[in-house]
C-alpha cells in the first residue's frame, strides 16, 4: 500500500510517499481503507525530532482517519465490513493514518453532514476537546475563555462548549476574529492588554499562546488547564497522553460530535487539504502556527 512516510527525523522534506506492509486489525481493532486523514503538531513535532522522542523508522505519520472499513478485530461488533467511519489510531502507535489503510482503535459511523475532508480531521481533535471540556466539568451558563480558538482544537472545543450552554470568549489574531465569531464564540485579540478585555472567567482552556495572563484571568491557576504546555505555572491543570496514570481519552466525545454535526450544531473548519503526496506542505502549514481549523490529506 501507499503511505507517507519519513527515514529519519528532520525537516518536512523528509516525508515522501512510499510502499509500505499493509497494516491489519488487532482484537478490539477495525481496519480501514482510507479515504481522508488528519495531520496535527504532534505528528510535525514527532517528525521533526523537537519532542525528543523517536519511533521506529520508516514511521507512517497521522493519528486520526475516515474511511471505509474493510477487516474487523476479533471482539468488534458494533461494525460490518462496508461500513463509513472516522476514528482515531492506537495513540501508542504515534502514527499510521497517512496511508492506504489504517488499523483504528477507536470509531464512530462517519455523520453524513461532515465530508469525507472533515470526517478525516474530526476524530483526535474531537477527542481532545471533549476530555478538555468533561476535565474542566463547565455547567451551563458558564463563561469559558479558549485561548487558541482557531486551531485545530479550539475550533471544535468552541462548538463542543456551546453545545453544553456554556458561553465562550475565544482568543485569536486580528485577522481570525471573525471566523472565530462564526463558530460562535466571542472573539478577543491575544496579546498584551487581553486580561482588560476579556475580565473575568469562570475557566479557561489553554490551546495556545502564553499562560501567564490566562492564570489571572481565571482567577486561580487550578481553573486554567492546558494541552499545549507540558511545563506550566504551579497548580495549572494539564491533559497529556505523557500524564502517566491521569490520562484517560474522552472517546465517547467522537459520537456525540457526529450527532450534533447531524443537528448542524458542529462542523470540521478546514485549514487545507492536500494530497497524500502534499504531506510536506501540511506539515509545513501546521508548522507556521497560524492553521485556522484542521489539515487534512485526501488519499
Ligand atoms: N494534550 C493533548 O492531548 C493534545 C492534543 C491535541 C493537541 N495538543 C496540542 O494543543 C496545541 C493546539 O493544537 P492545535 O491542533 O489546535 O494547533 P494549531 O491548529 O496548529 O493551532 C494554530 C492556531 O493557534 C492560534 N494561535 C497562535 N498563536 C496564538 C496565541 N498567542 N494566542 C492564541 N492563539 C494563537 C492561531 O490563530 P491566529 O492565526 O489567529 O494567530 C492558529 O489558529 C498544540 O500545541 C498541540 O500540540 C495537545
Redesign the pocket.
Known amino acids: 500500500m501507499r503511505a507517507l512516510q519519513y527515514l529519519d527525523h528532520g525537516p518536512a522534506d523528509l516525508l515522501k510517499v512510499a510502499d509500505a506492509p499493509e497494516p491489519h486489525a488487532g482484537r478490539n481493532q477495525i481496519r480501514i481503507a482510507v479515504r481522508t486523514s488528519g495531520v496535527?503538531?504532534?505528528d510535525t513535532?514527532l517528525r521533526s525530532g523537537r519532542l525528543g522522542r523517536r519511533v521506529p523508522l520508516p514511521h507512517v505519520p497521522g493519528v486520526d482517519a475516515a474511511g471505509v472499513v474493510d477487516e474487523i478485530g476479533e471482539g468488534v461488533t458494533d461494525v460490518r465490513k462496508g461500513d463509513e467511519v472516522f476514528g482515531i489510531v492506537d495513540l501508542g502507535k504515534l502514527g499510521g493514518a497517512n496511508a492506504d489503510h489504517a488499523v483504528l482503535a477507536a470509531w464512530a459511523p462517519k455523520p453524513a453532514a461532515l465530508s469525507w475532508e472533515q470526517a478525516g480531521g474530526a476524530a483526535?481533535?474531537t477527542?481532545?476537546a471533549t476530555?478538555?471540556l468533561d476535565l474542566l466539568g463547565l455547567n451551563d451558563g458558564t463563561t469559558l475563555l479558549i485561548?487558541?480558538?482557531?486551531?485545530?482544537?479550539?475550533?471544535l472545543a468552541v462548538q463542543l462548549a456551546v453545545a453544553r450552554g456554556v458561553r465562550v470568549i475565544g482568543?485569536?489574531?486580528?485577522?481570525?476574529?471573525d471566523?472565530?465569531a462564526s463558530l460562535g464564540a466571542t472573539p478577543v485579540v491575544?496579546?498584551e492588554g487581553l486580561t482588560e478585555r476579556v475580565g473575568e472567567v469562570d475557566a479557561v482552556l489553554h490551546?495556545?499562546?502564553?499562560i501567564a495572563d490566562l492564570v489571572t484571568i481565571a482567577g486561580a491557576p487550578d481553573r486554567v488547564l492546558?494541552?499545549?504546555?507540558m511545563a506550566p505555572p504551579e497548580g495549572v491543570r494539564?491533559?497529556?497522553?505523557a500524564d502517566p496514570g491521569t490520562?484517560r481519552q474522552a472517546l465517547h466525545g467522537l459520537a456525540d460530535a457526529a450527532a450534533l454535526a447531524e443537528k448542524g450544531l458542529f462542523t470540521v473548519p478546514l485549514?487545507g487539504v492536500f494530497p497524500l503526496a502534499g504531506g510536506p506542505e501540511a506539515h509545513r502549514l501546521?508548522?507556521?502556527?497560524?492553521?485556522?481549523?484542521?489539515?487534512v490529506l485526501v488519499n
Open positions: 496535527t503538531p504532534a513535532a483526535a481533535n477527542e481532545t476530555r478538555a485561548a487558541g480558538a482557531a486551531g485545530g482544537v479550539g475550533t482568543t485569536a489574531g486580528p485577522a481570525t476574529q471566523f472565530v491575544y496579546g490551546c495556545a499562546g502564553t492546558t494541552i499545549a504546555d494539564t491533559s497529556f497522553m490520562f485549514a501546521s508548522e507556521t502556527g497560524h492553521a485556522h481549523g484542521k489539515i
